[in-house]
């Protein structure tokens, strides 16, 4: 941990300094209360470093939230042992892919029974926050229970023990972008009004007590719960394409879900602040956690330990050393093939911004978490699924 200043303090001990600067910025905002967290895997982001924690009185930054709306993680543990799965792992890569819509622009063409419940769920929920989610995205129901692509993605992975993990990773899909990219011109906008001049255009923030804060608070939660049904529809799936694989149900030993782009009030030092997660997850004491690594890397299955200073905070993922452009000139589709070697993946170049050496080493990242996250199970992959 150092402190850069009285309002920011830094847990990376890999770090760039336009990202100091950035976070720096950023603590300069007159609402910051007490200070930023920056978390071990922080790296630029818009507007707010992605992997900071950022408390704010009486205001919110819609770019400290992030565009993902709601992004995070969802694992189950199952009763399975790895060598229940045999050797046949790309018919159950498939299925998956079946499954799932994959990428960006790929949708449900019809909805499962369980997808329309929650469907349904989702609808009297924006119903109750007053707003229509087709006014900005017409296609959001058939959005629920797919993937997305980027640094998304499913897994079959196995724990120290051998016990089989399925593990996931998405968001609020288009629907949740739309609405934070709503969001975060409404604040610029503002910003303009009010003649108020900031370090960076996308550090706009929504006043407490406007009916635009209330109106980006309102359709933030909602895009929090998609994000959440989003994933316990894909997981539900993944489940049943696992055990048609392995020849019998599955039984849940265990199931974790996290959000790592998202704000909640929260007290912190005394008062109630509005804290956005950005690339963070929820680590207070006690409480259960996911943080994956890169492609082709270690994943943790984590509980918190309550670091105040931390504002009871993690990191939450390797964080990337490498923009996916300067990834793609850098590294080599051989590169690639040796470090998802022993993994079940589909082999393509356009996964080639995801190598795990774009991103920070997950093992340091988790060192320099050790007083924010105590480890209980250490995920290695078997099966890979992404998105071009």
Same mark, same amino acid.
């Given at each position: 941990m150092e402190r850069v200043n009285d309002r920011l303090i830094n847990w990376a001990s890999l770090i760039e300094e336009g990202t100091l600067a950035q976070a720096r910025a950023a603590s300069t905002l007159p609402f910051i209360f007490p200070h930023i967290a920056l978390m071990p895997d922080a790296h630029l982001g818009k507007g707010a470093t992605v992997g900071s924690v950022i408390p704010t009185l009486g205001a919110i930054i819609p770019a400290a939230v992030g565009v993902d709306i709601g992004c995070g993680m969802a694992a &189950?543990?199952?009763?399975?042992?790895?060598? $229940?799965?045999?050797? !046949?792992l790309a018919d159950l890569r498939t299925a998956i892919e079946r499954a799932v819509p994959l990428s960006a622009g790929s949708y449900n063409t019809v909805l499962t029974e369980t997808a329309t419940r929650r469907v349904e769920e989702l609808t009297v929920k924006a119903d109750k926050a007053g707003f229509d989610p087709g006014r900005y995205a017409g296609n959001w129901k058939l959005q629920l229970g797919t993937l997305g692509s980027g640094n !998304? =993605? @499913? /897994? &079959?992975?196995?724990? /120290?023990?051998?016990a089989v993990w399925l593990f996931l990773h998405s968001g609020s899909r288009g629907v949740g972008n739309k609405i934070a990219t709503h969001h975060i011109k409404v604040a610029q906008e503002a910003m303009k009004r009010w003649w108020i001049s900031l370090p960076d255009p996308d550090l706009a923030y929504l006043a407490e007590g406007t009916e635009e804060f209330w109106r980006y608070i309102r359709e933030l939660r909602w895009a929090?719960? =998609?994000?959440l049904a989003n994933r316990d529809e894909m997981m539900d799936r993944v489940i049943d394409c696992f055990a048609a694989f392995v020849g019998g149900p599955v039984t849940e030993l265990e199931r974790v879900q996290c959000h790592h782009n998202y704000t909640e009030q929260e007290t912190h030092f005394g008062k109630k602040v509005w804290l956005s997660r950005k690339g963070a997850i929820n680590a207070e004491k006690g409480r259960p956690g996911l943080i994956p690594g890169s492609m082709g890397d270690a994943s943790y299955v984590v509980v918190g330990k309550g670091d105040p200073v931390a504002l009871n905070s993690s990191p939450h993922g390797a964080g990337r050393n490498?923009?996916?452009? *300067?990834?793609?000139k850098t590294f080599t589709r051989e590169q690639l093939r040796e470090a998802m070697k022993g993994i079940e993946y589909r082999d393509t170049d356009? =996964?080639?911004? /995801?190598?795990?050496?774009?991103? *920070?080493? @997950? $093992? &340091?990242v988790m060192n320099d978490a050790d007083s924010l996250v105590e480890i209980r199970h250490t995920l290695r992959q078997i099966v890979n699924v992404k998105g071009d």
């Open positions: &189950v543990r199952t009763q399975y042992h790895r060598d $229940d799965l045999g050797p !046949h !998304h =993605f @499913i /897994e &079959v992975t196995a724990d /120290e023990t051998g929090q719960d =998609f994000a490498y923009s996916r452009s *300067k990834a793609r356009a =996964f080639l911004d /995801e190598i795990p050496q774009a991103y *920070k080493p @997950i $093992d &340091v």
